[in-house]
């Protein structure tokens, strides 16, 4: 199975999902396959892809089926009917496809409703023999399906005929798995003809039949383990690879290739919706001498400290926002839905933060400070990344104009908000 990332489309990745739960099912990790299947046709859902859709809702009703739940089955039969039948239509079977027929006619087996089984099936041997299409191991599913609604419906004549269409294909193509269900369902039907003894040695051979399959199954099943597990293990580190890539390695926070990704679709977001955001940069005040006067581990140590409570407190803020370290000294905080008064209150407590916490064991008797800048999607002219962080870094050379430990936030119409667009920035 190929490895899913974000930008894998949503259409492969529904597809991998499903064949992910087939290769579940097939470990009888059945509970984590129903899992797959419905994470596979919400996406489908989500993207408008009806043909991805009713291939996830025919696999959930098998699986639900299999799992001993029939009525589940027969409800999420019900949405697949209803997703493929155009709205003010009445339902017909000919909208569904083969393997949806045969999955709907089981399904009706197991809740008792045989003669709407036969019927149902009946159509699905009539399309795909008219059709031409040389699928034998379809057309023996299918008889084995009628096979099993006549015999319930006492009519064991017409079923025997249906078996024994049923075995010659098996036979004819190999489909050994199907042959060892109709040997089942031959025994079933011994029994219900009141041949018992045949009814035995028919079960016999089922699960002689049934013991070499498993054989081959239990070897299939440790290759399809190994590979998942190697599969896992791929994702994993290409997932670590990932958060490397775009992790600050000295702060833990994240860096300017996460910046880029991620900030662009939260200012449109915030375009689209009509909901502020308000990005701020910070930076420390007279980083150089900290650096210089005690050393660059000491400074690393204050670099890693502010991360931390920068992180912290904006987690507090908004759980939807993040704090990046851009270079150096200088970090971006980014405020998703905040008022642009909120944003302005929290930026200054966050100053205060930095500014009283105790530094004496680190730095001594110098003082840790930022200044910010910040700004806000609420009437900005250039709704960009650059020109918001255009905006955020003239208000930050403002604050650092004006004697740094400060917050300049988006300034009042006609202040003279670019006055110190060309200063040059105080270090």
């Not at 809740?111 to 023999?129: D, P, S």
């Not at 006492?154 to 269409?165: F, I």
Request: hydrophobic residues 40%.
């Amino acid at each position: 199975m190929e490895l899913l990332t974000d930008d894998t489309p949503a259409g492969i990745r529904v597809g991998c999902l499903l064949q992910f739960a087939l290769a579940l099912d097939a470990v009888d990790s059945h509970a984590e396959a129903l899992k797959r299947i419905q994470q596979a046709e919400q996406l489908a859902v989500d993207i408008g892809d009806l043909r991805w859709q009713r291939m996830a809702l025919n696999h959930q009703a098998y699986a639900e089926l299999q799992a001993g739940e029939p009525q589940r089955a027969w409800e999420t039969l019900e949405r697949l009917m209803a997703a493929v039948t155009p709205p003010g239509a009445a339902f017909d079977l000919a909208l569904l496809r083969l393997e949806e027929v045969d999955t709907l006619a089981v399904v009706q087996i197991a809740l008792g409703r045989y003669a709407e089984a036969e019927q149902t099936i009946q159509r699905c041997l009539h399309v795909h023999e008219s059709s031409g299409v040389a699928d034998y191991y379809g057309q023996a599913e299918f008889l084995l399906t009628l096979a099993k609604a006549q015999r319930h419906l006492g009519r064991t004549d017409l079923a025997q005929q249906s078996l024994h269409r049923t075995s010659a294909l098996c036979t004819e193509h190999d489909l050994a798995d199907l042959a060892a269900q109709a040997l089942q369902e031959q025994a079933e039907l011994h029994a219900a003809t009141g041949d018992h003894v045949r009814a035995f040695q028919t079960y016999k051979d089922f699960y002689a039949a049934v013991e070499t399959l498993r054989s081959a199954q239990l070897e299939a099943q440790a290759r399809t383990r190994q590979a998942m597990f190697e599969t896992t293990e791929a994702r994993t580190r290409a997932a670590q690879f990932r958060d490397q890539a775009r992790t600050d390695p000295l702060t833990g926070l994240r860096n300017r290739r996460y910046v880029d990704e991620h900030l662009p679709g939260l200012i449109e977001r915030a375009r689209t919706s009509g909901a502020n955001l308000t990005i701020a940069l910070a930076d420390l005040d007279h980083f150089k001498r900290i650096n210089d006067t005690l050393s660059h581990a000491v400074g690393d140590e204050v670099l890693t400290t502010v991360a931390t409570l920068l992180d912290t407190a904006l987690t507090r803020i908004t759980g939807a926002g993040f704090v990046a370290r851009l270079g150096g000294e200088e970090f971006l905080l980014v405020l998703p839905d905040t008022a642009p008064a909120d944003a302005a209150t929290h930026l200054d407590d966050i100053r205060l933060t930095i500014r009283n916490h105790d530094w004496r064991p680190v730095t001594g008797d110098l003082p840790v400070t930022v200044s910010m800048g910040s700004t806000t999607t609420a009437g900005a002219t250039d709704l960009t990344q650059s020109g918001l962080l255009a905006d955020a870094d003239r208000n930050l050379y403002a604050a650092k104009h004006a004697g740094r430990d400060r917050v300049v936030n988006n300034p009042p119409p006609h202040s003279g908000a670019r006055r110190y667009r060309d200063a040059p920035k105080p270090g």
